[in-house]
């Protein structure tokens, strides 16, 4: 009864695919697994976290990826804080578990080309979703903001006179980031959509689900993932990737790092140095084909 209604947690409340829902149940069955095997099967919820650590040291053994196995101890951690909250278990052996180390994963951006196709030749507007979907497009690219960003953004955030947008970024710290002209048409189109939806319980949000309610997460993604992965070659198609896009292109193209930090709502330049990792390929390819001494 206790992984039916985590299921029905995950999918309701936490308004994950059924994919991902999957992809946590079947993580829960391998630890299951290794119970039977190990321990008597004894059932998941009875566990301490020595327990769980022989379990992530088989994992580690059997040349599983210390990546792949963070996914799975985050799973079980899930499960453990679903518990908690429904009051089935008192303490989350999981508590104190510190993630492996993993190597970090250069992230490639979207290049300008594939960024053109999906903005010029993927969407054609012809209805709410189409223009809304466009819009989210543009707006990650033209901004770089953050998807959880995006969901929360208001009406009231958008300041078409000044060519702005009111941004509420992490641990509510506000930013203000300038709007290119071009999507003032993209706003207008939306929005002329989004007025003639039948019905609307979240009329403060910007962007809206066909339903009239609040934009979530998931759905975000979906979006994004459902262009690009036509229109790219890349494995990861997400809202990330076109934020690491709109901060890449603009270093590329000469932008200050400072400028770019302000813009992506860092608090530290050193969060920001992770999108110039292409910017200083450009950087050399610059070098090598006009420096003086390359030349002989």
């Not at 929005?191 to 997460?217: C, H, M, N, Q, W």
């Not at 400072?258 to 530290?268: I, P």
Request: glycine share 2%; aromatic share 10%.
């Amino acid at each position: 009864m206790s992984l039916k209604a985590f299921s029905e947690y995950l999918a309701l409340e936490k308004n994950y695919s059924k994919h991902t829902v999957l992809a946590y149940l079947r993580d829960l069955e391998v630890f299951q697994e290794f119970l039977d095997k190990n321990h008597d099967s004894e059932p998941i919820e009875k566990v301490d976290y020595s327990e769980i650590r022989q379990w992530i040291v088989e994992l580690v053994n059997s040349g599983i990826s210390n990546r792949t196995i963070n996914r799975k101890v985050s799973s079980l951690n899930s499960y453990y804080k679903f518990l908690q909250k429904s009051q089935q278990i008192e303490t989350n052996p999981l508590r104190k578990h510190k993630a492996l180390k993993v190597g970090k994963k250069v992230q490639l951006p979207f290049s300008e080309q594939e960024l053109k196709k999906v903005l010029e030749n993927s969407i054609e507007v012809v209805d709410f979703e189409s223009a809304r979907n466009q819009l989210i497009i543009e707006l990650f690219y033209a901004t770089g903001i953050r998807r959880i960003e995006l969901v929360n953004m208001k009406l009231s955030d958008i300041d078409m006179g000044k060519k702005q947008i009111k941004v509420l970024g992490k641990r509510n710290k506000e930013r203000y980031v300038p709007l290119l002209s071009s999507l003032v048409k993209s706003f207008d189109t939306y929005l002329k959509y989004r007025i003639s939806l039948p019905e609307v319980a979240d009329k403060e949000y910007l962007f809206l689900t066909k339903k009239g309610v609040k934009i979530y997460e998931m759905l975000v993604y979906r979006i994004i993932n459902k262009y690009f992965s036509i229109a790219s070659s890349k494995a990861k198609c997400s809202p990330h990737v076109l934020r690491h896009s709109f901060a890449t292109h603009l270093l590329n193209e000469g932008a200050d790092l400072n400028a770019v930090k302000e813009l992506l709502g860092h608090t530290s330049l050193a969060a920001t140095q992770v999108y110039t990792h292409n910017s200083i390929s450009e950087l050399k390819k610059v070098y090598a084909k006009t420096h003086p001494r390359n030349k002989r």
